[in-house]
């Protein structure tokens, strides 16, 4: 790499911290979206007393979680209790250590990338960090003792390990495509504009189908409507964060936002061609641009996951696992398979 | 240097959590135990360049089977296991007699092997998916087609199996599913 | 430079451990569970040869060891759901008539 090893430390520390920070404030900033969004298309105004806009709102909640009662009722399983927020916030949070953000920076001469590691294999260990995110959820319904939070849990891991498949595979269609698993390569493949003026996107390069199959499979990953069944209170009580209170239940909510957060990025770098974009200005300000224009595609891909969720009702439990496995799953092989086709045939 | 510090590490947590399958008495905790298993066999594969197995590892194996595992724990809701007069003289027996059998093992295979190597990492040998890929899908295309059609037989041997007696799967109206009771 | 008889060995521990397991444990999940111990040890001596031939066939050989767990776990824990039904016990040493 050509850094010395305790430089190499020292950034790769740097860049943990401000990666933790950043994600958590974009977590905390992510709620008051929410509320602020589906605020307005509900014809109301949202948070808008606590500070300008309502701005300190997502401080509030933060300091009324920490001050709530933090109740362990006294018939669970305690040990995985209180393991399964902490699983699910530690997974949702280190998925975020694989996503590059930039291109290569020099500081003081130092160069590296704006990301945590370069693995070759990076897809593949977000795609089992999500593989394992089901645990959180499936222990935290089974070690409350309560019915209402196991159905939730076994639903919602039910759910979760089927939308697995659908994800995975409209995944591949973009692996054929670009012929290498790690995310940096991939990105770079969709630099450049085609017919002057179109960008390089695999959205635009036919991958539209796999990016609805995705979105379909991501909502339904992160429990989010119109797939959220499993947490509906109408259905389930709180379904598998039932018995859980204050930071427990802070945790399990921060954990599901930064699924979101982490869904949306390996959406804009596999399709929405991460962070390429016009670049203009002097040289520092070149730095910055792709950052930009990376946060600003994942910001569009929140503000749908919010849009959506303020106007879709949400599907019942078998129409939620028919859709999963009776329409995704095909749309996303013949798609792997109509992709194949016209690689080999272009080749 | 820190490889065999790494491998001392995963492999020390690798024979703890198996131990502890051994010794708990809920299916749950021997199947978290096996869980840290297999996640401490990732990263053994991973010091020995196979990244590839590594993840694949970690997706199906502790992400997929052993959540079909504990879905089964969770359903079927068994509780502890209790001590038999058989599993106190299996122990009595058994522990002797595995370890006759792990260290005759481990010494054939160590001191039977012709051209014994160091791992180490900066060899360059690494089983990137592209390689794997090469073999799998040239010399390897027969075995790859037989276990997909293994994978549907075992698909749809579980689906007949699983399903309440006096149905039959996939045709006629299946009995109506517990959580729908509630609605 | 770890030598790849220390992976051998480990592999060889496990691999007794699931035996262990296989014999003493009586939930019939459990037993279950040191099958897949015994198999995860047979992988991880697969790799260790894999490199010290640098081949790859050892790695492709432990992927398909991975698929045929997959689907006997499956079918396996699909025949403990068929027993729980009938004889509403996980207990090995319970599970000793065939027809009740």
């Known amino acids: 790499m050509g850094l010395s090893i305790t430089t190499f430390i020292v950034v790769t520390v740097i860049k943990i911290v401000i990666a933790l920070i950043v994600m958590l404030t974009a977590i905390a900033y992510s709620t008051w979206l929410e509320r602020k969004v589906v605020g307005h298309i509900q014809n109301r105004w949202g948070p808008q007393r606590v500070g300008p806009f309502g701005l300190l709102q997502p401080l509030a909640d933060g300091l009324k979680f920490i001050f ?20 699910s916030l530690v997974l949702a949070l280190t998925s975020i250590s694989l996503v590059p953000i930039g291109n290569w920076v020099t500081i003081r001469g130092v160069s590296t990338p704006l990301e945590i590691t370069d693995v070759n294999i990076g897809l593949l260990i977000i795609l089992g960090i999500t ?28 759910q979760m390990v089927s939308y697995e498949i659908a994800l995975g595979l409209s995944l591949v269609g973009v692996l054929i ?42 909502f339904a990953e992160t429990n989010r409507v119109p797939f959220d069944l499993p947490e509906a209170e109408t259905e389930l009580v709180a379904g598998y964060h039932t ?10 909510f921060m954990a599901e936002y930064a699924n979101m957060i982490t869904v949306a990025s390996i959406a804009t770098l596999l399709f929405l061609g991460g962070w390429h ?7 520092w300000l070149q730095d910055v641009l792709p950052v930009f224009w990376f946060v600003l595609k994942v910001f569009c891909f929140i503000f749908l996951y919010i849009w959506i969720r303020g106007t879709l009702p949400r599907f019942r439990y078998d129409q939620l696992m028919a859709f999963g496995w009776r329409v995704l799953f095909p749309i996303a092989v013949a798609n792997v398979l109509v992709t194949s086709f016209i690689v080999a045939l272009k080749k | 240097m820190l490889q065999l510090v790494l491998f001392f590490v995963f492999g020390i947590i690798a024979v703890g959590a198996a ?27 991973l010091l020995m360049g196979a990244e590839f197995l590594a993840a694949i590892q970690v997706i199906v194996y502790a992400g997929a089977i052993m959540v079909l595992f504990v879905f089964v724990i969770m359903l079927l809701n068994a509780g502890v296991e209790d001590r038999t007069p058989g599993s106190r003289v299996a122990m009595l027996l058994g522990i002797p007699a595995v370890v006759l059998l792990a260290g005759s093992v481990a010494w054939t295979l160590v001191a039977r092997n012709p051209y014994p190597v160091g791992v180490n990492l900066t060899g360059g040998f690494v089983g990137s998916p592209s390689a794997i890929a090469e073999l799998l899908f040239r010399d390897f295309l027969l075995p790859f087609e037989v276990t997909s059609i293994l994978i549907l037989i075992a698909i749809m041997g579980a689906v007949v199996l699983a399903s309440p007696a006096g149905t039959t799967a996939g045709t006629g109206s299946p009995e109506q599913p517990p959580a729908k009771a509630e609605e | 430079m770890v030598p790849v008889a220390y992976y051998l060995v480990l592999s060889a521990i496990l691999f007794g451990l699931g035996v262990l397991g296989f014999l003493v444990k009586r939930n019939l999940i459990t037993l279950f569970m040191s099958i897949e111990l015994m198999l995860n040890a047979v992988n991880l001596a697969f790799v260790a040869f894999a490199w010290q031939w640098k081949s790859l066939n050892g790695q492709v050989f432990v992927f398909f060891v991975m698929v045929v767990a997959a689907a006997e776990a499956a079918v396996g824990l699909a025949i403990i759901i068929a027993v729980f039904r009938t004889r509403e016990t996980l207990n090995v040493d319970k599970v000793n008539l065939l027809k009740l």
């Open chain 1, 277 to 283: 974009g016009p670049l203009f200005g002097p040289t």
């Open chain 1, 131 to 158: 593989s394992l995110s089901v645990y959180g959820v499936a222990l935290a319904g089974w070690s409350s003792n309560s019915k209402y939070s196991l159905l939730g849990g076994l639903r919602a891991s039910a």
């Open chain 2, 19 to 45: 131990v502890n399958l051994l010794a708990q008495r809920h299916p749950i905790n021997s199947a978290l135990s096996l869980i840290v298993v297999m996640a401490s066999l990732a990263t053994l594969f």
């Open chain 1, 243 to 252: 018995e859980y209170s204050s930071m427990k239940f802070a945790m399990f």
């Open chain 1, 68 to 87: 709530k009662e933090d109740l362990t009722p006294p018939y669970v399983y305690k040990p995985l209790y209180l393991a399964a927020p902490i699983l």
């Open chain 1, 177 to 218: 495509m670009s012929g290498s698993l790690n995310l940096r390569e991939i990105v770079d493949m969709q630099s450049g504009h085609m017919w002057a003026w179109i960008p390089r996107w695999n959205i635009f390069r036919g991958q539209i189908v796999a990016f609805f199959v995705y979105l379909a499979a991501a």
